[in-house]
């Protein structure tokens, strides 16, 4: 069965460093989407995409985020200077039509430690 | 704004005992509604959606209906297993023209044998 994957599973960086979370996306799949959850809280959105521009993003999706889908396959979360805040696991999904009660398939996530 | 909010946890069961995990919710509009599972070491799956009042989901033994009266979808299962220990979110979609699931803070589910 098609899944999401995400990689690396567990991140460590210095606070102040570039960090780039990757996702392959279920290959026909056309909308994709970043959350992330902080230990302890819920899982927030952070952007959706689709036909390679952002269709939706939150508050939390500043300037220090920017999404890319640089291929044909992979989808990426990149965070320009990390703080400490931004320790979280990250998670990437997708979905193959655009409706209000479609079902998002998620990736196993990527912990991100940020010290 | 819209939320979700839901039984904190953790939950441990007895294998065979009933399960419900309560979730209420805020929301303008219509929203849908959904229960997502993630079993250890893996990703968020959909268990079971809603999209209009008095609608029931439904996958697996387990059950939630939209009660739009008492804005809720309650998780219930009758006979839960050991293999349905896992973290379960509820999440809603405030309306039909967006995407972005609003989740939970989850509930973990423990079974014993």
């Known amino acids: 069965e098609p899944e999401v994957t995400q990689t690396p599973s567990h991140q460590v960086t210095q606070m102040g460093q570039e960090v780039i979370l990757r996702c392959v996306p279920i290959?026909?799949?056309?909308?994709f989407y970043w959350y992330r959850q902080i230990l302890g809280q819920k899982v927030e959105f952070l952007v959706s995409?689709?036909?390679?521009?952002?269709?939706?993003k939150s508050e939390i999706f500043d300037d220090q985020f920017s999404v890319e889908r640089p291929d044909g396959s992979n989808f990426t979360l990149k965070i320009r200077s990390t703080k400490l805040e931004d320790s979280a696991m990250y998670f990437c999904?997708?979905?193959?039509?655009?409706?209000?009660?479609?079902?998002?398939?998620f990736g196993p996530g990527t912990r991100l430690t940020v010290l | 704004g819209d939320s979700v909010t839901q039984m904190e946890g953790p939950v441990t069961l007895s294998e065979e005992a009933f399960l419900t995990i309560n979730c209420t919710y805020t929301?303008?509009?219509?929203?849908?509604l959904f229960w997502y599972v993630q079993y250890p070491g893996e990703g968020l799956q959909l268990l079971l959606k809603?999209?209009?009042?008095?609608d029931k989901g439904s996958n697996k033994g387990f059950e939630a209906t939209y009660r739009k009266e008492t804005t809720s979808f309650h998780l219930e299962k009758g006979s839960v297993q050991v293999s349905d220990s896992a973290v379960y979110f509820c999440?809603?979609?405030?309306?039909?023209?967006?995407?972005?699931?609003?989740f939970g803070k989850g509930t973990t589910l423990s079974v014993s044998s």
């Open positions: 290959s026909n799949h056309l909308y």
């Open positions: 999904a997708s979905s193959p039509i655009r409706t209000g009660n479609n079902e998002q398939f």
């Open positions: 929301a303008t509009g219509y929203p849908s």
């Open positions: 995409f689709y036909n390679n521009e952002i269709s939706e």
């Open positions: 809603a999209t209009k009042a008095d």
């Open positions: 999440a809603l979609i405030p309306n039909q023209a967006g995407t972005a699931l609003i």
